[in-house]
């Protein structure tokens, strides 16, 4: 039987590489983003069911769980990114806070409403994916702080969801290309030395993330959960 797959963040980058993945297995996927326009073309393209909600707003998660049929084998938090700063002018601790609260919301929040929205359909044997990133290893401020909350939160959540038999992980991500995430603030020096920092000497792919993914929700990886998996061509090691 085909399995179902719910993919936040799946217009663009990794979530969009993530939904084509399981498209070629055969299974019956969704994919969210915020914006209509971006949903619609995307979800055309892949071949998958398209919903529009923004992870971070818990009455469009409400609606998005609300329009989901059956149960959900696996449900993959790609929403998120970097939130730009305020505009310029805003006094500095107004700034400060609005940029930690608007990074906590986009990377924690929406994996915390959308898992909490869905949980409950994940099925026996089910699995939860959430995206974190290298920038929680490499005091990234506020948004690595954020990255490093999504995986704490994640060994709460695998240890909740684990009598059930469902896994839940982070995968860490390093540098990759092929995505909106860095906007036009990638220059050749930068990108140069991400991946200069990488033993692979190459910047990752969305297909990399993937197929990691993939795996997380394969026979093979039922007894991986609770754990930060780090995906980084070698940018960061454990040991
Ligand atoms: N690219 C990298 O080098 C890198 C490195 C480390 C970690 N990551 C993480 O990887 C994940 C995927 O990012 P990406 O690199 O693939 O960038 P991306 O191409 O910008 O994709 C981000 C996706 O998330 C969606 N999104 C953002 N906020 C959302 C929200 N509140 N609700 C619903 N959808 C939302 C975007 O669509 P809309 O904008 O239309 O909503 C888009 O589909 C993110 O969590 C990011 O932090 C990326």
Known sequence: MSRTVLVTGGTSGIG??????????????TI???HPDTVESAAKELGVRGLVCDASDP?????????????????????????????P???????LARQWLSNVSANVLTAV?????????LAPEGTVVSIGSIGAERGGGSYGAAKAALAAWNTFLAAELGPRGVTCNVISSG??????FFGDGM?????????????LKRPGTPGDLAETIFFLASPGARHITGQTIH????????R
């Open 16 to 29: 969009r590489a993530v939904a084509a993945r399981f498209t070629a297995d055969g299974a019956g996927v």
């Open 32 to 34: 969210t983003g915020r």
């Open 59 to 87: 009455d469009q998660v409400v609606a998005l769980a609300a329009d989901l049929d059956g149960p959900l084998d696996v449900l993959v938090n790609a929403a998120g990114g970097l939130v730009p700063g305020s505009a």
């Open 89 to 95: 002018g805003t006094p500095p601790l107004q700034a």
């Open 113 to 121: 409403l959308t898992t909490a929205a869905v949980g409950g359909r």
């Open 175 to 180: 540098y990759v290309t092929g995505t909106n």
């Open 187 to 199: 220059t050749e020096e930068r990108h140069q030395r991400l991946v200069e920092e990488t033993m």
């Open 231 to 238: 995906v980084n061509g070698g940018a960061f090691t454990t």
